[in-house]
């Protein structure tokens, strides 16, 4: 196993020296005063890069889907009416998670490659007249496509509605790494993990309540234990958890977050965006088609990118892998096949990101596909010397 | 914070380095071929710690009460039947979510201190000639009196009522510490977590189904999605998981197996005893009286100690932490204030447990109780001299 | 190999958490000014802990031995004239060192458990008329014996005497851990080592030079070029080293002068005497003389313990070692077999010291000697419990 | 400080994980047996990586340079006569220490990026019937300059006049990364480190003997303790050192040895030589001489390269520096100002390595100079492509 290259997959991404040694941490006693000193904090920088002043934050010892999980449970009740668009395989999955807790999920079939219907949304929600839907689900990024989707849009849509259904909002792979407004937009449960944005491994499921969310939850049937933040709320009042925290993460966490304010947020979603366009430059240079279907959509942190058709993308990720050891991600559901991705969240540099690319034009010339080498590299560095900025040191 | 003192509360215990090294460990691409070389033998090693051949184990990134939903939601529906005893916190706790998820429990009270009622078990379940009960929860080992308990005079309680409940173990502070044995048993489910006999950060809830639970699954409609285990059995035949998982805590967890099993199982028991043993003695030369209400009862990872009446044992919690620097285990429910807890479980020596023992003195004559300062130190000495052990390097 | 227990040999100690961490680091260009960041601050740092506010820092990667080297290359040539007393091993070994060096040394011999002869020296000095001695040598803490001089009393002799000889004083086992005050006692070259109050494994020799010893080095005729302080104070003067530096060792040189600092020397040092005072008073109630003639000379660092005629105090090492996984000092010397040495500096607390006395008392006991368990232990509970500090966190 | 980019000086290289956490250790009793299981081995693997099965290896905490020292202190007295050619920066460097020791060289002045003029030292040998020098100096890879120089040919020299004369071979940047055959080519004395082929933190010197130079050790006069072989050679006697040893950079040193051994020391050459290659081709592509005089010059650990006649190649180092966070190394002496260096020794990937090629094609861009973007990033992936290797793992 080397841990020589760069990773590029959409996480867990590449990790800052200094936050392995946070969470590198010897035991220490989870109840005591010390732990406080870890979780206060992390908790405060959580609401800060959620831009929710208000939010309620809680983290549980899981993954983004174990956030899900938890919004749903602590706010909902079996039968309960739920609007969603399936725009990819994360959409795809929580939709799926609503339907094995008795959900009624209304649907809203979208294409791979697009963003939420927000149009969509607003005409069912003026005609949800009797405000039969509870919740409205919304993927901030899709992972699987590389599409950001417009959440002030949906809010929008609420709001012209006079609708009072709840806003749940999964982040996971765009916290932390791109723009995301808690109060602003009117979130109610925003979702995220430890794994992206946040720089960390994987094992935190990271969500956010707003004031009607925690309201929602005194109603909520649907039975939870492990997830249920009332026990969690219970604890953080003493500084503690229901059960025994994972300590180190914790730890981590807390780094991050002051790592990411000391950079400064919006600085944080820069870089992003400057490493993206890197990437994408690249792409169109290779002459192939990103997978976001307009320029509007493009991620920051994820690009899928579609192979010409007749090939199986999938061989990207396996030569890659053998032959390079560079690990990037595979397509998933309705785009399997037919795109790989580029991971460019988290920690990472121009310099990395250009050996990704040179990477991936030796495997996409291995694999005969028509790509020019260097071309995609030079159009990258062309995107990054003009880019106007110095060395990023904050990021580690 | 400091790291200087060994911890001695009942878990997380002190962590071995080379499990620190094994858990801190760069990104890897979790869909590669490479996880499954963690994965696999992660899931042998643990099959073989829980000396159940048969067993299908699952690991999630949660924890013990993780575990506990996890073997409630995949084999149950709500008003099934389920048969337990209350005799600590754990067990207490148990039930109580058992409750939230709608089951029916028929509660055994059972006085704090005393094992489970395994008579009592066998008349009600002889009286159960419908076959209601589901299901029968034991605590192994209860983490907040340090009471283990007879597994087999439970499953001798089943099998003479011929009785088909599934019988359900929560092993969280026994496993990997004091003998178990899920085949022999007829453990039908065994829960534990990563941060006890396994030595790592508290992350991982560790369950092993046997082929009846598995069966049971089919018909469970519980609601459930992250602790699915159709879904994490489905990515476990791709070696992969459902979604991300905590890598460098597997990894941990993979080297933790393999460190126990080089020790040899019996080796780790009979070293657990011995550490214990010096524990005890300690205890008995201080003339307090041991939560456990007799010998066979008594745990090898837990000593909870009564103080006298009137003197508030929580106050040598915090003396120690605050004096000291020591982490004991404070009283939990019923016996809060009345005793505290050694933890003396993962990895420990002689020489830690000294300091440990050393230090209740100081504390405990500092709080005005009678104790005479190295009275309890001579006694461990004397148990750990004359133990017949040379010094255990296989624990690093 | 087991890390489990703490060690007891004076030196290498045991290491804070965060030094390890500050020394695994990643490789940096050592030629860049982020070098300089770590170089500058660390030396600044020593200067402050040697209390030397005039002295030129120099830090080689070597140890101890390579200081006493540079001392001597850069400051004499052959055949120059030296004066020191042999009350030790390290003290033997200096002087070993000058002979092989060419100098001639006017051994003042000294009984081992004896300090410094202050008074002999002041006699010898006033008859030297000629001022042919060049150099006085001081062995400031004998790691061998426990014994520490009295340094100013040299001084003393030095002055009443009005002879111009340079004081070279070796502060291995005493900086950073007991009072040294370069200025003050009108010290030219300190010498001393990363491994023993810096708390950081072995590797580096740190030398501090007074404005008087650097105008020696503009005659010295000795041989040198990896220890030529002129090639270090040019490198230094561009943040840079003559060879490739031990970046990650100096980046932990600099974060523990910080820890030093920020605990506050004098904290530092009653810390220690705290620590060693609760030694001594279970050597006093173990009824064993410590090597040290007098309390006067009695070390903060190491003390060193005689065992009864006719037994061999080297089986107490190997016993510890074999039997209980334990480090103590081996007799060095006159007093191979004679004593052995608890090592009680660095990075240790009250309850980790407790654990080495206990074990101290199981060895002993083990190996036939008349030591009543727990007899040590009691007295250094009842030191440490009235020694009226609570606990320290700065260390960590 | 950010630690994400790989660094490409000519050492310290960038550091595989394994042997980042071999070195971080905690402190162990270097008196103890356990320190033997450690030192024999390192030693063992040093041996074979030197392909000097008579060789006598000691390792001291310095550096290569003070490994020069040891060579040349252990078996030289003053006026000693030594033969050396002057092609660089580190040649030019031992010539010094040889006359700051007293010593009587006969300097060859040989032209910067030309090679060891092993036809002129047959001429001078030749004439010396005397026998009067007593020591051939050969540095095997110029780090100034990127040249490889034949050391079988100087042997052949001093074989063609039947002279006695010791070969002291400098191998820093060759040894462990490529082919070096200490008793094929009658080498006396070769000297390393531990921060280039074994990618180690810097802190080792390196030395190998053979039997004719532990021969001259019993005359030599050259005073020395520090680095004398004989107490060293006492100490390993016993697995012990005369002083405190760096047990985890020796730790680090024997897991380094184990993991060259392991992939195969002719499969390490070839995986220095397949991305020497690379850098080459690239260097080709922007139409830049290599400093190198011709092919077989050609070192596989650095590449020296010329920028155009009266630009200042130091912009390079520090623009890649602040701008992109970049290391190179510096040009040093005669050829300062005029090349930049390109390290790609020690632990690094085709992939790495096209980043670093990246990176100096945008620096030079940015400063002006007339390099295409790309073009040497694709001339540098022709060459991976087609080198018909697969992913190395073993380096990790």
């Not at 989870?30 to 983290?59: M, N, Q, T, W, Y």
């Not at 889907?65 to 909902?76: K, P």
């Not at 927000?118 to 405000?131: N, P």
Request: charged share 20%; proline share 5%.
């Amino acid at each position: 196993m080397s841990f020589q290259n760069p990773v590029f997959i959409p996480g867990p991404t590449n990790m800052p020296e200094s936050l392995r040694k946070a969470c590198d941490m010897p035991t220490i006693d989870h109840r005591s005063p010390v732990f406080g000193e870890i979780l206060r904090p992390a908790r405060d920088g959580i609401r800060k890069v959620l831009k929710g002043g208000k939010a309620e934050i809680f983290i549980f010892p899981s993954t983004g889907t174990g956030g899900w999980e938890t919004a749903l449970t602590n706010t909902l009740s079996a039968g309960d009416k739920v609007l969603a668009a399936r725009n990819g395989m994360f959409s795809h999955r929580w939709i799926d998670m609503c339907q094995r807790h008795g959900l009624d999920v209304q649907v809203v079939k979208t294409p791979w490659g697009q963003g939420l219907p927000a149009d969509r949304y607003a005409e069912i929600l003026a005609a949800d007249k009797g405000h039969e839907i509870k919740v409205v689900l919304a993927t901030h990024n899709e992972t699987a496509t590389g599409v950001r989707s417009d959440i002030a849009a949906v809010r929008k849509a609420l709001d012209a509605a006079d609708h009072p259904a709840l806003l749940f909002v999964d982040g996971v792979s765009s916290i932390a790494s791109m723009d995301f407004r808690f109060d602003e937009w009117g979130v109610d449960i925003a979702v995220t993990g430890s794994q992206k944005g946040f720089m960390l491994p994987a094992g935190l499921a990271i969500v956010g309540f707003s004031e009607k969310a925690m309201a929602a939850v005194e109603t909520a049937q649907l039975p939870r234990t492990f997830f249920d933040i009332r026990d969690m709320a219970k604890g953080y009042a003493n500084n503690a958890y229901p059960y025994t925290p994972p300590v180190g993460l914790l730890n981590g966490l807390n780094e991050a977050t002051k790592m990411l304010l000391d950079e400064g947020l919006e600085n944080v979603f820069a870089r992003h965006r400057r490493i993206a366009d890197g990437v994408r430059a690249a792409v169109n240079a290779w002459g192939l088609p990103i997978c976001a279907a307009s320029p509007d959509l493009y991620s920051d942190t994820i690009t899928a990118i579609r192979t010409p058709d007749g090939f199986d993308a999938t061989k990207i990720i396996t030569h890659a892998a053998t032959r390079y050891g560079v690990a990037f991600g595979v397509g998933l559901g309705e785009v399997a096949g037919k795109v790989f991705r580029i991971g460019h969240l988290g920690s990472l540099t121009d310099v990395m990101t250009l050996s990704g690319i040179a990477t991936a034009e030796m495997v996409m010339a291995d694999l005969g596909l028509d790509i020019e080498l260097g071309s995609g590299v030079a159009a990258a560095q062309d995107s990054y010397r003009n880019s106007g900025q110095s060395f990023q040191v904050a990021a580690e």
